[in-house]
């Protein structure tokens, strides 16, 4: 059984009770002639899940676990920078009918890139996560983002290129990359081994060679639509070994804040995403994830929903949904406490689980 140190348990133990050395409204205001700079940026969470209903009767536990995920950014000069990023949390899925606390936590490499800014241009190279969709990190929520995190593309080994342009019709940014799976020592774990990737495991995307591509177009900052934004994105992921087909995928994406007379923010998003012979396989499948969220002062409140509906290959095809409801409240030392219920049906399999997320995020600069 692994278990993880006692010193990260005693580290995040003390970040959620707000005790760290430093927290954002401690770093002083940076200055641009500072070079060589550090920025940290250090989120931790403890987190619940409870499955106290399921049709597979395996699925009713509770897991208990800790998150953090760790960015690191060194400003060499106005130009260059380096990147990094660490991610602790379960690196396995929970076992058959065993409830798991602080189990199966591994410490892994989630980012490590040089970047290149030189007016609106920027360029990285290394390992990132290329982009391609926002609704996996952007629905609100305990659960929101569940289903769209079957897209998110992560820990991918390439290049970035990024170029922003603005006037009075917003802000744009348009990237391309291209880039493969990691399938270096970066790609495993420490405290509980995730294993190695390999190219013999397939999987699209998992070649080798720089022949996946992912091509984005942001916006924004519209003077007539003020907190509107949208996203565009189109990928391709070259098969795996063993794999039948190249996936292409297609998202767009909206999203909407808007101040609201008494203090309130209305936020709203959605998001679209289709993908032709998915993970390298001859199904297609389609993605639709929509949130609300209404935050007033310390209080906030999120809906969201997800369809994902697959089209087998021979004919036939199965849909799955969630919807999740959730709030919580931030208290003055910036530790958010939040509680969520959410209704998944995924496979045939209906679940019901509640959730608690204990979270709070630190930064400091040199600068």
Not at 77 to 93: H, K
Not at 132 to 153: I, K
Not at 246 to 259: I, R, S, Y
Request: cysteine-free; overall charge negative.
């Amino acid at each position: 059984m692994n278990r993880t140190p006692p010193a990260v348990l005693a580290y995040l133990a003390a970040a959620l009770a707000g005790t760290a050395a430093y927290a954002a409204d401690d770093v002083a205001a940076p200055t641009e002639e500072a070079f060589p700079y550090v920025e940290l940026e250090l989120e931790t969470t403890l987190g619940d899940d409870f499955t106290f209903r399921s049709d597979e009767p395996g699925a009713e536990i509770n897991d208990l676990y800790p998150e953090a995920a760790l960015s690191v950014k060194v400003g060499l000069t106005p130009v260059f920078s380096l990147n990094a990023g660490l991610t602790l949390e379960p690196v396995r899925d929970p076992e058959p009918f065993e409830d798991r606390v602080f189990r199966d936590i591994g410490l892994y490499v989630d980012t490590l890139n040089v970047q290149a800014e030189i007016g609106g241009f920027s360029l990285v190279a290394g390992k990132f996560a290329p982009g391609f969709g926002r609704a996996w990190d952007n629905t609100p929520g305990v659960y929101g983002t569940a289903f769209a995190e079957d897209y998110e593309l992560s820990e991918q080994i390439g290049l970035g290129a990024a170029y922003a342009f603005s006037g009075a019709w917003g802000t744009h940014t348009l990237g391309a990359n291209v880039f493969f799976a990691d399938t270096s020592v970066l790609s495993d774990s420490v405290f509980t081994r995730r294993g190695r990737l390999s190219v013999s495991d397939g999987g699209a995307g998992n070649t080798g060679r720089l022949d996946n591509v992912s091509l984005t177009l942001d916006g924004g900052e519209f003077a007539s639509l003020p907190g509107f934004s949208y996203h565009l994105g189109y990928r391709r992921l070259s098969p795996g070994e063993g794999d039948a087909a190249a996936e292409h995928g297609f998202v767009a994406g909206l999203a909407q804040e808007t101040e609201l007379s008494g203090g309130s923010t209305l936020g709203l998003n959605g998001e679209v995403a289709h993908f032709v012979d998915q993970g390298g396989g001859l199904d297609d499948a389609t993605y639709l994830t929509g949130g609300v969220s209404l935050a007033n002062g310390p209080w906030h409140g999120e809906l969201a929903a997800s369809l994902r509906r697959v089209a087998f290959d021979g004919g036939g095809g199965r849909s799955d949904a969630m919807g999740q409801v959730s709030g919580g409240y931030t208290f003055d030392n910036g530790i958010d406490l939040s509680l969520g219920y959410a209704l998944a049906r995924a496979e045939d399999v209906t679940s019901h689980t509640l959730g608690v997320r204990l979270s709070k995020t630190f930064s400091y600069s040199s600068r």
